[in-house]
């Protein structure tokens, strides 16, 4: 066991995207950050007296792959790695040096390749995989969404509830446990239209179009679903969210963020929400310009 345990760090880094803007950037944040953070670990025990490096919890990201050489289907942890994406290529280094620190010093790394990232907890920063966040607050206000990538273009994703619930497992884990020190992990995969679908379902009136850039490209380099079997029989990861829910959550969620403040609408880069009337799964979802809350259906 880890002890003490360290906090997960899931605070992203750019996007896939914006690393390809500035791939200069993306590779000192990245690479140059995970050096850091590695060599500090393990020079951790001389300095606290125990001889005993500090673990270190990195997520990495299916974009350390390439398809092809490696599967669209049922894309494994050994599949080959050929990343597309600057972002792709750090997280590989990420991977490399953290199982080089584990074997010559020690330090007890551990990290989960993780896929497009469901939540409502910081607004989407235009990432291959943020239209599956950004298509809920365009649903809640001007119910028109134009996405960045095609209908077809199926990714695997998880709710952020399962990721932490994951983190905290790989964490927990004994170490005579793990097989390897990074695993593929995955609560779903849909196409954008999939998407659509589900939020049309709740949100009457609500159209999608599709406007393919080159995310669409970025998007059919990656997996389409993963073999997350490892994970699942070394640390136990049991996602418990799926596309309905998922979208349950993410519409009384965002549509509480939006309300909360004209400044958090902007945020998300649509109009202000509060005091504007949203028919939600057939409900009439009214609040009054003081609310800060709606009450929808939702899953957990």
């Known amino acids: 066991m880890l002890s003490p345990l360290p906090p997960p760090h899931l605070t992203p880094p750019p996007p896939t995207a914006a690393g390809e803007r500035n791939p200069a950037a993306a590779l000192a944040v990245n690479a140059g950050g995970t050096s850091n953070v590695l060599s500090c670990a393990a020079a951790q025990g001389a300095h606290n007296g125990t001889g005993t490096p500090a673990a270190v919890m990195a997520p ?3 974009a350390v792959y390439g398809c092809p050489p490696a599967p669209r289907d049922f894309c494994g942890d050994d599949a080959v790695q050929r990343p597309t994406t600057m972002y792709g290529l750090t997280k590989a280094h990420q991977e490399l040096l953290g199982e080089y620190y584990f074997k010559k010093a020690g330090v007890d790394y551990r990290s989960f390749r993780l896929p497009g990232v469901i939540s409502a907890d910081a607004p989407p920063g235009g990432g291959t995989t943020d239209y599956a966040c950004a298509i809920f607050a365009a649903a809640l206000t001007t119910k028109k969404f134009d996405c960045y990538l095609s209908a077809d273009a199926e990714l695997p994703f998880a709710h952020m509830e399962d990721v932490l619930s994951g983190a905290a497992r790989l964490l927990q884990a004994p170490g005579a ?38 995310r669409d ?31 349950d959550a993410m519409l009384a ?48």
């Open 253 to 300: 969620r965002v549509d509480s963020i939006l309300r909360s403040s004209d400044e958090a609408a902007r945020a998300w880069g649509v109009p202000p929400l509060r005091g504007r009337s949203v028919v939600v799964g057939g409900m009439a979802a009214a609040a009054a310009a003081s609310t800060t809350t709606t009450s929808l259906s939702a899953a957990p």
């Open 60 to 62: 990495s990201t299916i």
């Open 177 to 214: 446990r793990l097989s390897r020190r990074t695993y593929s992990v995955s609560g779903f995969s849909a196409i954008p239209a999939q998407w659509a679908g589900a939020v049309a379902a709740r949100v009457p009136g609500f159209k999608v179009s599709f406007s393919p850039d080159f």
């Open 217 to 247: 490209g970025i998007a059919r380099s990656w997996p389409a679903s993963l073999d997350d079997s490892n994970a699942r029989r070394d640390w136990g990861w049991n996602p418990l969210q799926g596309l309905e829910p998922t979208t």
